[in-house]
């Protein structure tokens, strides 16, 4: 069965960074594009990073220069790297895949980023 297990989040401050990883059972994260999505309270779920198979990574204009999304292929894990955090980065953060053989969508249960002073 396809999982996405991701790292727990946390509290941090404004300028702070944390990274999160994706570690994924039962399919191959060098073969499909990832990605990683968040909802803040309120707010209605957004795209954040994409990696795709080919390691070219997109961002939304929030996190441009800030976030990288990365992969470990040989830990089957994709990463997300956020630097000089915003208290407006607060949210869930949920991984995502697309199984393209099974044409179904895949999420991590979603961990707690807060940035806060």
């Known amino acids: 069965q396809v999982r996405l297990v991701e790292s727990r989040g946390g509290l941090v401050q404004p300028g702070g960074s944390l990274r999160l990883s994706c570690a994924a059972s039962?399919?191959?994260?060098?073969?499909?594009?990832m990605a990683w999505y968040r909802q803040a309270p309120g707010k209605e779920r957004e795209l954040v990073a994409t990696?795709?198979?080919?390691?070219?990574?997109a961002y939304s204009n929030s996190v441009k220069e800030r976030f990288t999304i990365s992969r470990d292929n040989a830990k089957n894990t994709v990463y997300l790297q956020m630097n000089s955090l915003k208290p407006e980065d607060t949210a869930v953060y949920y991984c995502h895949v697309h199984h393209s053989v099974l044409g179904i969508d895949f999420w991590g249960q979603g961990t707690q980023v807060t940035v806060s002073s």
């Open positions: 990696i795709t198979s080919g390691t070219r990574a």
């Open positions: 039962a399919i191959d994260v060098s073969a499909h594009a």
